[in-house]
Structures are given as C-alpha cells and as structure tokens.
C-alpha cells in the first residue's frame, strides 16, 4: 500500500507550486519560503503535521497538514524544517525527507537554524514499516 502526498512549496520569485510524493520539488537558485504538506488521497487515520525555521523569524509551531506554513513573498527563506506522521495509522509508516542542506525522517529536523543557509529544494516519502 502506497501513500502519496502533495506537497505545495511557495518559492522565492516563482510563487507557489504543487509537487508529489517522492519528487524533488524546488528549483536550485530559488529559496523555498513556505510548505503544505498533505495525504492526497486521504488514508484512514494517517495526517502529517510540520514546523519550519524562517529566516530572521526563527521556529514555527507544529502546523496541521494541508495548512501552510512560512511566508509569501517577503523573501524569508525556510532553513529547515521537520515533518511528522499523526493519527492512528502513523506507527504503520515512516515519513522520510531531504533538502538542499541535510536529510531527515519521521519529526527530526532536516536543515540549519541561523545560518543563512536557505533550503532550494526538498523531496518527501512515506514508505510502510516492515
């Protein structure tokens, strides 16, 4: 059983784009200033939920998936981030992800804080625990 996700990354002076599940999404040279993660289509007591580091703003609180979270156009990059399985199901799967500055899986922070170091793509999976 697979699940997908659609990912939404709002990027530095393109806007926003949709992406899907296991696709590098972001374009090298363009910072990513906010995501939206959601299972598309639903599973059953599956959500994820997330939190980001701004540029100059610091940590998100943890943000219920398909809601967004960073900036629109005020040019505040994402530093990292970290998502996480909830609900029932979530102890079924592993969520695992990777960007332009480090990699990271099932809530642990992928990415830098206060270093200036913008994220210019990331690439999301859920894969089933064995």
Same mark, same amino acid.
């Given at each position: 059983?697979?699940?997908?996700?659609?990912?939404?990354?709002?990027? @530095?002076?393109?806007? #926003?784009?949709?992406? @899907?599940?296991? &696709?590098? *999404?972001? =374009? #090298?040279?363009?910072?990513?200033?906010?995501?939206?993660?959601?299972?598309?289509?639903?599973?059953?007591?599956?959500?994820?939920?997330?939190? /980001?580091?701004? =540029?100059?703003?610091? #940590?998100?609180?943890?943000?219920?998936?398909?809601?967004?979270?960073?900036? =629109?156009? &005020? /040019?505040? /990059?994402?530093?990292?981030?970290?998502?996480?399985?909830?609900?029932? *199901? *979530?102890? *079924?799967?592993?969520? &695992?992800?990777?960007?332009?500055?480090?990699?990271? @899986? #099932?809530?642990?922070?992928?990415?830098?804080?206060?270093? /200036?170091?913008?994220?210019?793509?990331?690439?999301?999976?859920?894969?089933? =625990?064995?």
């Amino acid at each position: 059983f697979t699940v997908n996700l659609s990912v939404l990354l709002h990027i @530095g002076e393109i806007g #926003d784009s949709k992406f @899907g599940s296991d &696709q590098v *999404a972001g =374009r #090298d040279g363009n910072h990513i200033e906010g995501l939206a993660v959601t299972v598309a289509p639903a599973v059953t007591d599956l959500n994820v939920e997330y939190m /980001a580091h701004i =540029r100059n703003m610091g #940590d998100t609180a943890w943000t219920p998936g398909g809601s967004f979270c960073g900036t =629109r156009g &005020q /040019a505040l /990059a994402l530093e990292g981030f970290a998502i996480r399985l909830t609900g029932a *199901a *979530a102890s *079924a799967y592993s969520i &695992q992800y990777e960007c332009s500055t480090g990699t990271g @899986g #099932d809530g642990s922070f992928c990415g830098t804080r206060g270093m /200036a170091k913008s994220i210019t793509w990331l690439k999301v999976w859920v894969v089933k =625990r064995p």
